[in-house]
């Protein structure tokens, strides 16, 4: 089984910045895609950005040019660098992989708890 964990939430103020990180662990013998999902209170969870093994990004287009996804491979970690944060970006950040596991062998996609982002007004 493969566990997700994210940190680095909290509240920030209205054009600040913040680093999330989302550390997998457990059988794992390699993660292909990794992204990043947000839900803000009563509406559906959407794309923010996803990165492949070979650093590809997608972005969603509310978080275009002031987000950016990077991947650490050896520690098997995704992170979303947010700047220029507005309060509509105030949501639960949801960490996303699609994980290659050792034992048993399979392919699945998984997903964290969540983290709260609250950008003040």
């Known amino acids: 089984q493969v566990q997700l964990v994210e940190s680095g939430g909290g509240l920030v103020q209205d054009g600040g910045s913040v680093r999330l990180s989302c550390a997998a662990s457990g059988s794992i013998y390699s993660i292909k895609n990794m992204g990043w999902y947000r839900q803000a209170l009563g509406k559906q969870r959407e794309l923010v950005a996803t990165?492949?093994?070979?650093?590809?990004?997608n972005y969603g287009t509310s978080v275009k040019g002031r987000f950016t996804i990077s991947r650490a491979n050896a520690q098997n970690t995704v992170y979303l660098q947010m700047s220029s944060l507005k309060p509509e970006d105030t949501a639960v950040y949801y960490c996303s992989a699609l994980v290659v596991s050792k034992t048993p062998f399979r392919i699945d996609n998984y997903w964290g708890p969540g983290t709260q982002v609250t950008v003040s007004s």
């Open positions: 990165i492949t093994s070979d650093d590809n990004t």
